[in-house]
């Protein structure tokens, strides 16, 4: 078992609620390189 | 995640060289030296990038922008992603300016 | 929300534009998008640029990519991206290399805001030259060793991506490599001139494959002109793998037309002007096409295709020009069903509006003063001129 500070969560649906969270950043980084046009 | 380098107890200020463009749902940055794009999620995130100069440090330039204390770690995540695209930058090392940077290196990390 | 659905219902100003400074063009390339060769005399006048760069500062547009035609190919050329990057405007711009002398290629060394693209369509003049004329190899190639010289940090080298080239890949990767430069792949469309070589020239359904293969294992190699109905293939490419034609971009061209994107230079795709009062911002925000483009999409006869959230349903240009209706696969589709729908049998299973466009597509295109090809005709090459359409 990890050491988290965090509870392991109880079941499937709550595990992927918290991957969710964990991992939403408030940057996004952003390549329009596949955008026609863009040299 | 890397955030080696990041002292939030530091002043910092958006690079010279990033473009800030407020959008309704945020902000896109563009940084002509690296020509890369980024995407600010959050009006208060904004608002904490183009106020950071003006405050002695990252955390008061949080209070000011009214991040609250539950939302702080997530910022402290997105600045110190910011900062490592060099987006971010701490006052007192000017791009290029590899004296200041040495400096401010040495007298943080106490190693060359 | 997730930036994308942002970037698909459109932006307040784009992030960067195509801005075609001229049809005037050294060279005749079979496969122009812009079909260009002879300059317009309706031309934006150096005053007139300058009011566009006015505007697009005035809209925090981050940066413009000119090209055309050949756009040194204007005398005001440099002044005017000095004049760009004075308001904090940057430049890239797309050459055939004609301008770039050894004290030019100084000039560009220094700064962070203008960046440079070479075209190059094949890795040995014999391949290249069969599509860009004569000559061009050498002056492509002779641009890009004074830009290495001049230490031109990370210039670009733009292929545009034929059958008789994809097996030049990694070829061109080591030449980008040697330079130090980037490597930057584009699609090629059904537009302007292409539209009489598209047939003979676009990859096959196995090149397309291959290519993708490669993509995926060459992540640092750009593909600016979006290859992400590859996507449907399997890994997605790096990118935002969509259009953002009227939403995140756009194009001007030379005489101040506002387009969609540089693919689809025709009426059908016309937002405004320019010259017209409120200029481009008013364009960019109220133009009924680009209105249009901004909302929710029918996925038509995609709808029930499971590639669809990779494809997107493929590149509008590349269905006009084919004739297809543009709620239907695109002619490149990975599971064929744009090429069954080119097919004798296909075309009479389209609908009226689909045989509508099939004519006024090959008719319009070419007769509709979009055409600025140099009346001597195009570089003579190996490849049949037969008409995409009527040829079947």
Known sequence: ?39 | MATGGFDPGRRYRRAPEVAVRPEPFGALLYHFGTRRLSFLKTAALVRVVTTLEEHPDVHAALDAAGVTPAQRRSYLVALADLAASGTIETVGEAAGDAVGEAAGEAAGEGSP | ?392
């Open chain 3, 1 to 392: 929300m997730k930036l994308t659905e942002h970037l698909t219902h459109g932006l307040a100003a784009p992030i960067c534009l195509t801005w075609e400074l001229t049809y005037a063009c050294n060279l005749a390339c079979v496969h122009c998008l812009s079909a260009s060769g002879r300059r317009d005399p309706r031309e934006l006048s150096t005053a007139e640029c300058r009011a566009v760069v006015d505007e697009l500062a005035r809209m925090q547009v981050f940066y413009v990519n000119i090209g055309g035609g050949e756009p040194t190919a204007r005398r005001d050329f440099w002044g005017l991206i000095d004049y760009a990057v004075a308001q904090r405007v940057g430049v890239k711009f797309s050459t055939n290399g004609l301008r770039i002398t050894p004290d030019r290629a100084r000039r560009l060394a220094g700064g962070d805001l203008v960046d440079v693209q070479i075209s190059l369509d094949g890795a040995t003049a014999e391949v290249n030259d069969a599509v860009r004329g004569p000559g061009s190899y050498h002056t492509a190639l002779r641009a890009m060793r004074n830009l290495a010289d001049a230490g031109c940090r990370q210039f670009k080298i733009s292929i545009v991506v034929t059958r008789h080239n994809v097996s030049q890949l990694e070829e061109l990767k080591a030449l980008a490599d040697g330079f130090g430069a980037q490597l930057r792949i584009t699609r090629l469309r059904p537009s302007g001139r292409g539209v009489d070589s598209w047939d003979e020239l676009h990859p096959t359904a196995e090149q397309q494959r291959e290519l993708h293969r490669w993509l995926v294992a060459h992540g640092d190699v750009l593909t600016g002109d979006s290859f992400f109905h590859l996507g449907a293939l399997g890994d997605p490419l790096p990118g935002l793998n969509l259009c953002g034609a009227g939403r995140v971009v756009c194009l001007i061209d030379p005489v101040g037309d506002v387009y969609a994107c540089p693919f689809a230079i025709h009426s059908q795709f016309l937002a405004g002007n320019v010259r017209s009062p409120g200029g481009f911002a008013a364009v960019w925000r109220d133009s009924e096409l680009f209105a249009d483009l901004r909302r929710p999409r029918s996925r038509g006869a995609c709808a029930s295709c499971g590639q669809y959230d990779a494809c997107r349903g493929g590149c509008m240009a590349a269905k006009f020009f084919t004739g297809l209706p543009l709620d239907g696969p695109d002619p490149e589709c990975v599971r064929g069903l744009g090429e069954a729908a080119l097919t004798a049998a296909g075309r009479e299973a389209l609908t009226a509006a689909g045989r509508e466009a099939l004519t006024a597509a090959g008719e319009a295109a070419l007769t509709a003063g979009v055409d600025h090809s140099r009346r001597s005709g195009p570089v003579p090459v190996s490849i049949g001129t037969g008409r995409l359409r009527g040829s079947r």
């Open chain 1, 1 to 39: 078992m990890p050491s988290d500070e965090t509870p392991q969560p109880a079941t499937e649906d709550a595990a992927a609620v918290e991957a969710g969270l964990v991992e939403e950043s408030l940057v996004e980084e952003v390549s329009i390189d596949g955008m026609c046009g863009v040299y």
